[in-house]
C-alpha cells in the first residue's frame, strides 16, 4: 500500500517533469544550419521585406576550415520569409548562434522596431546580438562582401565590433540594449554604421561613425570623428586616440587609457545648462613636433591644449546633433527624468524643442600619463 | 530454523564423549566420515601399557613437527611406570608434560568440532571423557604485502591477509591500549566463517555496537567467503547503489577509523575489512591525505571530488549541450563538434551509450585477463575502437574524447565505480530526453535521496550540506593535523544519535 502510493508519486513527478519542460526538442548538432548573420531590406521592385542569411557551411572534417553561403528570400512579413527559408536550406536554421543584424537604410527611416520584432519575439534567437545600420544602398550587399574566400563575413564583423573600443568611433550596442531605449518614451539612441570600404584594394566592410535614432526611426548619420565626441560625452569611451594638431604639420597622437565623464545639471533663473565633465588619462602615443614636454610645465601646456581641443570638439558634436538632428542621443532627458522628475514634468511636453535649446558647457581634464618607451622628441639636444 | 538444529545436532545423547578412547575415536570418524585428510593417531606410553591415548587432527591445518614434538614426544616417552593413581593422570598430562602455549579442556562435541577444523588438535586418554584442546594451527599463510588496490607512496606498506589472525595481530601492533576490543563472532550456517568485531571502548558509540549485533544475529546465509557477503546483509540501504559501509585492505586505514570512533568488521578468509558507520565523504578520503603534506593532499582530496562529479556529468552534458541546448555552446566549439559530427551515422546518445559500454567492456577486460595479455586489450582498445572508429566515421572525434575522460576520472575514485556507472547512465537517460533540464532534475533527484540515507543510524551526508571550518577541515580538504581533531566525528556522531533510536532494517 505504501508502496503503490511511493510509486504513483514517483511517476507523477516523472510524467510532470517532462511535460513541463520548454525544451523537449531532440536535435542533433550537424542537422542544424548555424545563422551568422542577417540583413533585412526592402525589395526594390515589389516593395516587400527581403531577408539575407549568411549560413555557416560547415564541411566534415578534422579541419574546421569554414566557409559561409547566403539565402536571400522575398516575402510580407519577416517571419514567412524565414519559415520559407525551410524551402531552400535543406536543414533546419538555428538562429542562437547568429552575431549580427544588418538593417538597410531605407527600413532603419521607416521603422526600426517593425524590423526587429520577430527576431526579439521569437523563441530561439537570442537578444545579445550586434544590431548595425548600413550605410550603403542595401544591407545585403555589406554583408555579402567578402575579403577572402573562406570566411563568415558575420562572425568578422562582430569581432571588428568587440574591438572598436579600441578606437572609438562608433558605438557598440546589443539588441537588448536596443530594447530597453525603445521601452523609454524619449528613445533616443545610436546605432553603430557599417558601409563598404573601397579605398583598399578590395571592398571590405567596414564599421565606422554612428546612425542616429529618434523613436525607432532613422534620422541622420555622422561620421567616425563626430562619433568619437558623442562617445566622450556619454561616457562610452574606453580606449582609443586622440590626435592634436590635426591639421597643421606636427601632429601629437594621444592613446586614452581611461576616461570617465559626468553629466550635471545647473539651474539658473529658470534655465537650464548641462555641464559635461570629462576626465581623461592619456598617453603620448606618436610626437611630431620639436619642442620637449619632459618638465612638468611644458606637459601642463600640451595637456591644456588637449583639454581644450577636447571641450571644443565635444561642445561642437552636441551642437551640431542638437541643432541639425534633435536626436537626445546623449541621454540628457532620461538622467533629467531620474534625478529630477519635477523639472522633467515641465520640460517633457516639448522635449524635442528644449533640447534643441539646451545649453551646454564641456569642462574637459586631461592628465598625460606617461609617453610609452621614450620620455623626449626622439630629435634634437 | 533449520540452522538451529544443525548448531544442536551435536548435542544429542547419541554424540557424548565416552571414557572408552575407541569409543571417542569412532564417535570422530563417523562424524569426518570419508574425509581423507582426517587423521588419528593413537599412542602409548613405553614405561606404562596401561596409558593409551589418541591424538586426532586434520592433516595440512596443523604443525607436524609442532605436535610431534611437543605432544606425541613426551607422552611416549615420560616414564609413568611409578604412576598409581588414575586420578590425577589427566591433569598431569596436562599440565606437566604437553607442551603447549594453550590447551582447552573440554566435553563439548560442538566446540570440540569447531576447534579441530581450525587446526587444533585433540588429545583423548583412555579412561577420561573429557578431551584437550591444543592449539597447534599450522597451515600456510600468504605473506603480508602491499595490497595493490590501494597502493600509497607515503605511509606503511602493509595489507591484511586471509587469516583471521594475523589481520588482527596487525592491528594490535598499531593500538597498543587495553580498551582495544576484539569480539568474535560466527556467520554462514555450512562454513562457520569467523567474524571479529573491533573497536575502542569509549570511542565507539554503544548504539551502533548493538545495532550492529543485532543485525549480525538475522544473518542467514550458507557460506561466507567475502567481507562482502556480510556488507550486503547488514547495510542500512540493501538497493542501494550508495555503499553505507566503507571497506579497506589496510590496516592503517581501518585503525585510522576505529579511532574516529568506528566499528571495525573483520572476517577470516579475507583482507578487506568493514568499517561502520560509512558516510559519503569518506570515498573522498585516502589514507595517503593523512601521510602527506596537507596542501597537496587537500589538492588531491578536490581533483577526487572534480573527478567524481566530472564521471558522473560529462556524458549527459555532451548529450544535453549537443542535442539540446546548443546555444551553451561557444561558436567556434558548436562548428567543431558539428564538423566532427557531419555524416556519422548514429544519434549522439547512441554514439554514447556505444562507447561508455565498449568503454566499461575493455575496462572489465583489463581487470580480467592474465598480465601478459593486457598488451592486446590496450591495443585493440586505444587504436581499434578510438582512432580507426573515428577515421572510419563510425563514431565522431569529440564522444571518444568525452568517454576518454569518463573513463579515466572515474579511475580516480576507484571504490565509486557502482555510483558512478548508476549515476553516469541515469543522467544519460536524462539528458536524452530532457537536455540540461533533465541533468538539473537528476541532480535533486540525487541529491534529495542521498540526503535521506544513514548508516547505522548517522546521517549519510553528513558534514555535506553547509560550509563551515568545522565540516570542511576533514571532508573537502585536510587540515593540518595540528587542527584535526580525530574525535571530530566522534562528537558529531553522538550529537546526532543523542536520544534518537537508530533505524533498524526491516526485516523482509
Redesign the interface.
Known amino acids: 500500500m505504501k508502496n503503490k502510493r511511493k510509486v504513483k508519486s514517483i511517476i507523477i513527478v516523472i510524467i510532470s ?2 511535460l513541463f ?10 542537422n ?1 544550419s ?1 545563422v551568422a548573420g542577417i540583413a533585412i531590406d526592402r525589395n526594390e521592385l515589389n516593395g516587400k521585406y527581403e531577408v539575407t542569411i549568411e549560413i ?1 557551411n ?5 579541419d ?1 576550415d ?1 566557409g559561409s553561403e547566403y539565402i536571400t528570400l522575398c516575402g510580407d512579413s519577416l517571419f514567412d520569409i524565414i519559415r520559407n527559408m525551410i524551402s531552400v536550406s535543406s536543414r533546419r536554421l ?1 538562429f ?2 547568429a ?1 549580427i543584424v544588418i538593417i538597410s537604410k531605407e527600413l532603419a527611416t521607416e521603422s526600426l522596431s517593425k524590423a526587429i520584432d520577430w527576431y526579439t519575439r521569437d523563441a530561439e534567437t ?1 537578444t545579445d546580438i550586434y544590431l548595425l545600420i548600413s550605410k550603403e544602398k542595401t544591407a545585403k550587399e555589406v554583408l555579402m562582401s567578402k575579403r577572402k574566400e573562406n570566411m563568415i563575413v558575420s ?1 568578422d564583423l562582430a569581432k571588428v565590433i568587440q574591438n572598436e573600443k579600441n578606437v572609438s568611433t562608433a558605438p557598440k550596442v546589443d539588441l537588448w540594449d536596443f530594447l530597453d531605449i525603445l521601452k523609454q518614451k524619449e528613445a533616443n539612441t545610436a546605432l553603430p554604421l557599417i558601409f563598404i570600404d573601397k579605398s583598399g584594394e578590395k571592398e571590405v566592410p567596414r564599421i565606422e561613425g554612428m546612425a542616429l535614432i529618434k523613436g525607432d526611426k532613422l534620422v541622420g548619420m555622422v561620421d567616425g570623428n563626430i562619433a568619437k565626441y558623442v562617445l566622450f560625452a556619454t561616457d562610452e569611451i574606453k580606449t582609443g586616440i586622440l590626435v592634436l594638431g590635426r591639421k597643421s604639420s606636427e601632429p601629437i597622437s594621444f592613446e586614452i587609457f581611461k576616461n570617465r565623464t559626468k553629466q550635471k545639471y545647473k539651474f539658473d533663473e529658470g534655465k537650464i545648462k548641462v555641464q559635461v565633465f570629462t576626465d581623461t588619462i592619456v598617453s603620448i602615443a606618436e610626437y611630431q613636433a620639436q619642442q620637449p614636454f619632459n618638465t612638468c610645465e611644458e606637459k601642463e601646456v600640451i595637456e591644456k591644449q588637449l583639454a581644450n581641443m577636447l571641450e571644443e570638439s565635444i561642445y561642437n558634436s552636441i551642437k551640431m546633433i542638437q541643432k541639425e538632428y534633435k536626436s537626445d542621443i546623449f541621454g540628457f532627458g532620461i538622467t533629467l527624468h531620474k534625478y529630477y522628475p519635477k523639472v522633467w514634468k515641465d520640460l517633457s511636453d516639448n522635449w524635442e524643442y528644449n533640447f534643441e535649446n539646451l545649453e551646454v558647457e564641456v569642462i574637459s581634464k586631461v592628465q598625460i600619463k606617461n609617453s610609452a618607451t621614450t620620455s623626449k622628441p626622439i630629435m634634437g639636444e | 530454523m533449520v540452522k538451529e538444529s544443525k548448531k544442536t545436532k551435536y548435542n544429542s545423547k547419541e554424540y557424548s564423549l565416552t571414557k572408552s578412547i575407541q569409543h571417542n575415536m569412532k564417535l570422530f570418524s563417523d562424524i569426518f566420515m570419508d574425509d581423507g585428510t582426517f587423521k588419528v593417531r593413537t599412542i602409548k606410553n613405553r614405561f606404562n601399557k596401561e596409558l593409551q591415548c589418541c591424538v586426532i587432527y586434520f592433516e595440512g591445518m596443523i604443525d607436524n613437527s609442532f605436535i610431534s614434538a611437543t605432544v606425541i614426544e613426551p607422552i611416549m616417552n615420560c616414564n609413568f611406570s611409578d604412576f598409581d593413581s588414575d586420578k590425577n593422570l589427566f591433569d598431569l598430562i596436562q599440565n606437566e608434560i604437553i607442551i603447549s602455549t594453550y590447551i582447552e579442556i573440554t566435553n563439548d562435541i560442538q566446540k570440540i568440532i569447531e576447534a579441530i577444523t581450525l587446526g587444533d588438535t585433540l588429545v583423548f586418554l583412555e579412561g577420561f571423557s573429557d578431551c584437550m584442546v591444543i592449539n597447534t594451527k599450522g597451515w600456510k599463510m600468504r605473506n603480508i604485502t602491499e595490497p595493490s588496490t590501494e597502493k600509497t607512496l607515503r605511509g606503511p606498506k602493509e595489507g591484511f591477509t586471509e587469516s583471521l589472525i594475523t589481520n588482527i595481530s596487525l592491528i594490535r601492533r598499531k593500538v597498543r591500549n587495553p580498551n582495544l576490543r576484539f569480539q568474535f563472532r560466527e556467520a554462514g550456517s555450512e562454513t562457520n566463517t569467523r567474524i571479529c568485531i573491533c573497536y575502542i571502548e569509549g570511542l565507539a558509540p554503544q548504539k551502533i555496537l548493538d545495532e550492529l549485533n543485532s543485525r549480525l544475529d538475522k544473518i542467514d546465509i550458507n557460506g561466507v567467503l567475502d567481507s562482502e557477503y556480510i556488507q550486503e546483509m547488514i547495510t542500512d540501504n540493501p538497493l542501494s547503489p550508495f555503499e553505507t559501509i566503507g571497506s579497506s585492505e589496510r590496516p592503517d586505514v581501518i585503525v585510522g577509523k576505529v579511532l574516529e570512533g568506528r566499528v571495525a568488521l573483520l572476517v577470516d578468509g579475507t583482507p578487506f575489512a568493514l568499517t561502520l558507520p560509512f558516510l559519503f565523504m569518506e570515498y573522498f578520503q585516502v589514507n595517503e591525505d593523512y601521510y602527506a603534506n596537507f596542501f597537496f593532499t587537500s589538492f588531491n582530496r578536490l581533483l577526487r571530488i572534480l573527478s567524481f562529479f566530472f564521471s558522473v556529468s560529462v556524458p549527459s552534458l555532451y548529450v544535453a549541450l549537443v542535442n539540446y541546448n546548443q546555444e551553451m555552446l561557444p561558436t567556434p566549439l558548436l562548428l567543431g563538434i558539428s564538423s566532427a559530427r557531419e555524416s556519422v551515422p548514429f544519434p549522439t546518445i547512441v554514439e554514447a551509450l556505444a562507447m561508455l559500454i565498449i568503454f566499461e567492456i575493455l575496462r572489465e577486460a583489463g581487470t580480467r585477463i592474465p598480465s601478459d595479455m593486457g598488451q592486446a586489450v590496450s591495443i585493440v582498445g586505444a587504436l581499434v575502437l578510438g582512432q580507426a572508429a573515428v577515421e572510419a566515421r563510425i563514431v565522431s572525434a569529440p564522444i571518444v574524447i568525452v568517454v576518454g575522460l569518463t573513463g579515466i576520472v572515474a579511475l580516480l575514485n576507484i571504490k565509486m565505480k557502482g555510483v558512478n556507472l548508476f549515476l553516469r547512465f541515469i543522467f544519460l537517460f536524462l539528458a536524452s530526453f530532457m537536455g540540461l533540464y533533465g541533468i538539473v532534475f537528476g541532480i535533486i533527484g540525487v541529491l534529495i535521496y542521498t540526503m535521506g540515507l544513514s548508516s547505522f543510524g548517522v546521517p549519510y551526508m553528513l558534514k555535506v550540506g553547509t560550509i563551515k571550518m568545522e565540516n570542511i577541515k576533514d571532508t573537502f580538504i585536510r587540515s593540518p593535523w595540528w587542527y584535526l581533531n580525530l574525535n571530530s566525528y566522534k562528537v558529531t556522531i553522538k550529537t546526532t544519535l543523542k536520544g534518537k533510536k537508530i533505524g533498524t532494517r526491516d526485516e523482509k
Open positions: 517533469a517532462y519542460t520548454g525544451c523537449w526538442n531532440y536535435r542533433e548538432i550537424n542544424l548555424v555557416v560547415i564541411k566534415k572534417g578534422s574546421v569554414t538555428y542562437a548562434h552575431k537570442r562572425f
